[in-house]
C-alpha cells in the first residue's frame, strides 16, 4: 500500500488551462513537500507546508495543507509550458528520509 | 557551494561489473540521503547517514549494495555484481538536521 497517492497519475493540458493535483494518505504528517521533476534531472523542492489548513503561493502555484494534515493539493494557474514535467509529493518517513508519492506527470501543450 | 553533486551522471555497464557513484552534499549539510528511480515511479529511500554513520537501510538495499561516507563530507554507493535490474536513476540528496532535503541530478545507470 503507499503511504502516499498522488492523483491523477497523468494530465495532459493546454496551455492558458488551469490544474489541481492531489495528494491523499490516510496518515497524519507533521510536514509534506511539494518537488517538481524535469526529466534526467534530480527533484526540486517548490514548497514545504507545515500547518493544518496553511496556503502557500508561488506565484501561478498554490499549495494547500489540508486541515487534518493527511493531505494536499497543488493547484497552477494559467498553465505555461514550462511548467511540464513530474509533481512529486513527500513526507519524512519512518527512517527519517523522505517519502515520495508516484508523482503526477503534467504535460502543457502549447 | 552550489548544491549537490553526483559523479558520473550517466553510467553504462555489462552485467556482473561493479560500480560505484560519488555524492559529495551541501558542506554544511550533516544528514546525506541515497535514492532509487525507475521510470515513472517516485524516487525510492535506499539508505541515510547522519556524518558519517550509516543509520537506516532500506529493505530494498540487497547485500550487492554498500555505501560509505568515511568522513562525514562525500558519499560512495557501490553495486557489485550488477543486474540489469539495477539500471535505475540514482539521487543523491542532503539536508541541515533533517530539514528540507535538496538533491543533486543523479546518477542514471543502464546495465547491459
Known amino acids: 500500500t503507499q503511504l502516499l497517492e498522488q492523483s491523477p497519475q497523468f494530465l495532459s493540458i493546454q496551455e492558458g488551462e488551469n490544474l489541481t493535483v492531489y495528494c491523499n494518505s490516510s496518515?497524519?504528517?507533521?510536514?509534506l513537500q511539494w518537488y517538481r521533476q524535469e526529466p534526467g534531472e534530480g527533484p526540486v523542492l517548490l514548497v514545504t507546508?507545515?500547518?493544518?489548513?496553511e496556503v502557500k503561493k508561488l506565484k501561478r502555484l498554490t499549495f494547500q495543507f489540508g486541515d487534518a494534515r493527511k493531505d494536499s493539493s497543488l493547484h497552477i494557474t494559467a498553465a505555461q509550458t514550462g511548467d511540464t514535467g513530474l509533481y512529486l509529493c513527500?513526507?519524512?518517513?519512518?527512517?527519517?528520509?523522505?517519502?515520495f508519492g508516484k508523482g503526477t506527470h503534467l504535460i502543457i501543450q502549447p | 557551494d552550489t548544491g549537490v553533486s553526483q559523479d558520473p551522471r550517466h553510467k553504462i555497464t555489462k552485467r556482473g561489473q561493479n560500480v560505484t557513484f560519488r555524492c559529495d552534499p551541501i558542506s554544511e549539510h550533516n544528514r546525506l540521503y541515497w535514492y532509487r528511480q525507475t521510470l515513472g515511479q517516485g524516487p525510492e529511500f535506499l539508505t541515510y547517514?547522519?556524518?558519517?554513520?550509516?543509520?537506516?537501510k532500506s529493505r530494498l538495499l540487497s547485500d550487492r549494495f554498500s555505501a560509505e561516507r568515511p568522513k562525514g563530507s562525500f558519499s560512495t554507493l557501490e553495486i557489485q555484481r550488477t543486474e540489469q535490474g539495477d539500471s535505475a536513476m540514482y539521487l543523491c540528496?542532503?539536508?541541515?538536521?533533517?530539514?528540507?532535503?535538496?538533491f543533486g541530478q543523479g546518477t542514471r545507470l543502464t546495465v547491459v
Open positions: 547517514f547522519q556524518n558519517e554513520a550509516q543509520l537506516e
Open positions: 540528496a542532503s539536508s541541515l538536521n533533517g530539514w528540507t532535503a535538496f
Open positions: 496518515s497524519v504528517f507533521s510536514s
Open positions: 507546508v507545515v500547518t493544518g489548513g
Open positions: 513527500a513526507v519524512t518517513g519512518g527512517a527519517d528520509g523522505l517519502t
